[in-house]
T-cell receptor, first 114, second 112 residues
Framework: NAGVMQNPRHLVRRRGQEARLRCSPMKGHSHVYWYRQLPEEGLKFMVYLQKENIIDESGMPKERFSAEFPKEGPSILRIQQVVRGDSAAYFC????????????FGSGTQLSVL | DQQVKQNSPSLSVQEGRISILNCDYT??????FLWYKKYPAEGPTFLIS?????DKNEDGRFTVFLNKSAKHLSLHIVPSQPGDSAVYFCAASAGYGNKLVFGAGTILRVKS
């Protein structure tokens, strides 16, 4: 009974490259959330998706960041032309529904931009 | 604009004693509060929650207290155990859904 799976665990990119972070939710969960944790800070909401739909992207930077959760396959958080300020831990979480369900988090992807 | 604040970056407690972690919030629309625990290199795991219609919720060694007038909540762990050493995050939400606002976390160290 696997939990939320994120890969890769660690990702190193040079400035200007693209970063793709993957998240497979728990079995039976159709709601996916992405959060970002900068050093010395708490987790900050980025985006909430259901299958094939972006429900709330109010926490996403306007440029370079995009997210998808296709009908088949994992959710992808994509960062184009990465900059050093994108270095952070990116956590994915899933829930079976929207109504006050507890979130189940993955172990995160640590992105380092050189 | 920090809507959820954990003003103590760290806390050190002797094994067997009580640990009290505090959290303040500013947004009066928050109506559901949660505590998460996080070990290094792992994601946060849910610990305990409380709805704004209650002022206390208890689960084993963990109790969360909510003071709505003061916009303050606290997590009590008693007795504290070395395995409780972790980062504890307070989180809040408004309305339906799981869009949480997190505090910056408090590092708890339980000494044996």
């Amino acid at each position: 009974n696997a939990g939320v799976m994120q890969n890769p665990r660690h990702l190193v990119r040079r400035r200007g490259q693209e970063a793709r972070l993957r998240c497979s939710p728990m079995k039976g969960h159709s709601h996916v959330y992405w959060y970002r944790q900068l050093p010395e800070e708490g987790l900050k909401f980025m985006v909430y998706l259901q299958k094939e739909n972006i429900i709330d992207e109010s926490g996403m930077p306007k440029e370079r960041f995009s997210a998808e959760f296709p009908k088949e396959g994992p959710s992808i958080l994509r960062i184009q032309q990465v900059v050093r300020g994108d270095s952070a831990a990116y956590f994915c979480a899933s829930s079976p529904g929207q109504h006050r369900e507890k979130l189940f988090f993955g172990s995160g992807t640590q992105l380092s931009v050189l | 604009d920090q809507q959820v604040k954990q003003n103590s970056p760290s806390l050190s407690v002797q094994e067997g004693r009580i640990s009290i972690l505090n959290c303040d919030y500013t947004n009066s629309m928050f109506d559901y509060f949660l505590w998460y625990k996080k070990y290094p290199a792992e994601g946060p795991t849910f610990l305990i929650s409380i709805s704004s219609i209650k002022d206390k919720n208890e689960d084993g060694r963990f109790t969360v207290f909510l003071n709505k007038s003061a916009k303050h909540l606290s997590l009590h762990i008693v007795p504290s155990q070395p395995g409780d050493s972790a980062v504890y995050f307070c989180a809040a939400s408004a309305g339906y859904g799981n869009k949480l606002v997190f505090g910056a976390g408090t590092i708890l160290r339980v000494k044996s």
